[in-house]
């Protein structure tokens, strides 16, 4: 079985007309998908169409399977995939709208050592389709349409590593921000890489000027090594020439994270290392205090030793803040809250 949300307007052209149906059908049919709609509750195509999309096509690729909201307003979703997989998502709501971190595998195949989406590695790709639905379904569920989006901003920061996964986060990016469809602008996108330089190369001649946002989480390799096994593939270095050649591509300033770990990489020499390797072109750097993930045993920093770590950055010309921590208490880090759902689910097995 295909995912309907996997094509462009284009191929969606080419599939009515292979159906013996008039191309602009295919508008009516892409507008329906970008509502959010299953093909079942199509109701302005013939009967005769709907039954060929539903035996090619799985109907719902991604329904919600639970919801949790935070006193915040943080809303952390987890998807059910058409195999049974379990993904996760967080909505974040600000004032100027809402923003909606997405998942681009099932697990990741990373390895950092503070991250929970990696615990049980990397199981497998999502479409781009299936990353796309993320948006629609939530979009639908906050009673938005592709005029009136309730999703304004897109952060590809859920689980998975979107560079490992290239060709189908490129097409999930065409397509969000096709002017026929949902039309996120490009610049109110964020993808974050732990740092696959070919990628970043790449994504440099794609010509969307998305963010580039870079968890860096070490001011050397050394340190770098130490919870990242990507640092043995890439250097520092390489991740910032590449940083810098994104940044002449696009005009974007370049976000490096950086998740302050006890003992690890919060020290005020790490601080001076870290301004050093920063400065040079415009970027910003976003200090996390580590989400404690019980498994992995890292231990987080206080807010008085991130502030002396900002401050250092600070006074060495380095533009950072640290992020304010949102949906604390509904499992908010990276792969947390799918984590509990499958340790649950083992329990019922057992
Ligand atoms: N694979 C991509 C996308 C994940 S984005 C990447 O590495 O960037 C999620 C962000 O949260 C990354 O910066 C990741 O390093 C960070 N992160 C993961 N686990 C974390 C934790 N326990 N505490 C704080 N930040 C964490």
């Known amino acids: 079985m295909e995912i309907i949300q996997d094509l462009s307007l284009e191929e969606m052209e ?52 639970t919801v949790q909201t935070d006193t915040d307003g943080t809303q952390k979703f987890a998807y059910q995939l058409f195999d049974g997989n379990i993904i996760e998502g967080v909505l974040m709501k600000y004032k100027y709208g809402n923003t909606l971190c997405v998942s681009t595998q099932v697990g990741c195949g990373m390895g950092c050592k503070f991250c929970a989406s990696s615990l049980n590695g990397l199981v497998r790709n999502l479409s781009a389709g299936e990353i796309l639905s993320q948006v629609l379904v939530v979009n639908r569920m906050l009673g938005g349409t592709a005029k009136d989006r309730q999703i304004t901003n897109i952060v590809l920061m859920g689980s998975g590593e979107p560079l490992d996964n290239y060709d ?47 968890s860096l989480h070490a001011p050397n390799d050394e340190i770098r090594k130490q919870t990242m096994p990507i640092a043995n593939k890439y250097t520092i270095k390489q991740i910032i020439d590449a940083s810098r050649e994104y940044f002449e591509a696009t005009g974007r300033r370049v976000v490096f994270e950086y998740a302050l770990i006890k003992g690890v990489n919060d020290s005020t020499n790490c601080a001076r290392e ?59 880090a990276c792969g947390q809250l799918r984590n509990k759902i499958l340790k649950e689910e083992d329990k019922k097995e057992e």
């Open 274 to 332: 870290l301004a050093k390797v920063v400065r040079g072109f415009p970027t910003h750097v976003n200090l996390i205090p580590l989400n404690e993930v019980e498994e992995r045993g890292l231990k987080t920093v206080n807010r008085k030793d991130a502030e002396i770590f900002k401050d250092e950055l600070e006074k060495l010309g380095v533009s950072v803040t640290i992020r304010r921590t949102i949906g604390e208490n509904i499992d908010g």
């Open 14 to 65: 080419d599939l009515v007309q292979s159906l013996g149906q008039p191309k602009y059908r295919a508008k009516q049919l892409f507008e329906n998908i970008y509502l959010g709609k299953k093909i079942e509750e199509i109701t302005n195509i013939s009967k005769d169409m709907k039954q060929v999309l539903q035996e090619r096509f799985i109907d719902e690729p991604i329904k919600i399977h």
């Open 168 to 214: 189908n986060v490129v097409k999930f990016l065409q397509l969000v921000t096709s002017p026929n469809g949902i039309n996120v602008s490009a610049r109110n996108i964020s993808l974050s890489t732990c740092g696959i330089v070919p990628n970043i190369k790449k994504l440099c001649t794609l010509g969307l000027p998305i963010i580039l946002t870079i």
